[in-house]
């Protein structure tokens, strides 16, 4: 069982910042391991969006929406995956969702993906 947890949404005027937070927990070790994690975000009335991708290596990737104004890193040692953002827009207004690849070790093969219960966002003008 994997529970992931997102923390650090809020309100925030045009050209603020908030950082996210993502925490995911279960049993790692040597049979299951965390691949990427990635953040994704549904605004109202919208389809949800994928935001932003970390591999386990650290290589990272961005939807053009954010690039150069979000930053995704993580800690390995903590299975958690962070997003810095900056100069946030209104339409940035959303719910926040983190995701987590998890790997069956000997196989190294998909066990599934995990997603968090969300994190509201709020930018206003």
């Known amino acids: 069982q994997v529970q992931v947890v997102e923390s650090g949404g809020g309100l925030v005027q045009s050209g603020g910042s908030l950082r996210l937070s993502c925490e995911a927990s279960?049993?790692?070790?040597?049979?299951?391991?965390?691949?990427?994690m990635s953040w994704h975000r549904q605004a109202p009335g919208k389809e949800r969006e994928w935001v932003a991708v970390i591999t386990t290596s650290g290589t990272t990737n961005y939807a053009d929406a954010v690039k150069d104004r979000f930053t995704i890193s993580r800690d390995n040692a903590k299975n958690a995956v962070y997003l810095q953002m900056n100069s946030l827009k209104p339409e940035d207004t959303a719910v926040y969702y983190c995701k987590v690849d998890v790997l069956y070790l000997p196989t190294r093969r998909s066990s599934g993906d995990y997603w968090g219960q969300g994190t509201q966002v709020n930018v206003s003008s």
């Open positions: 279960g049993r790692f070790g040597t049979r299951f391991g965390i691949n990427t």
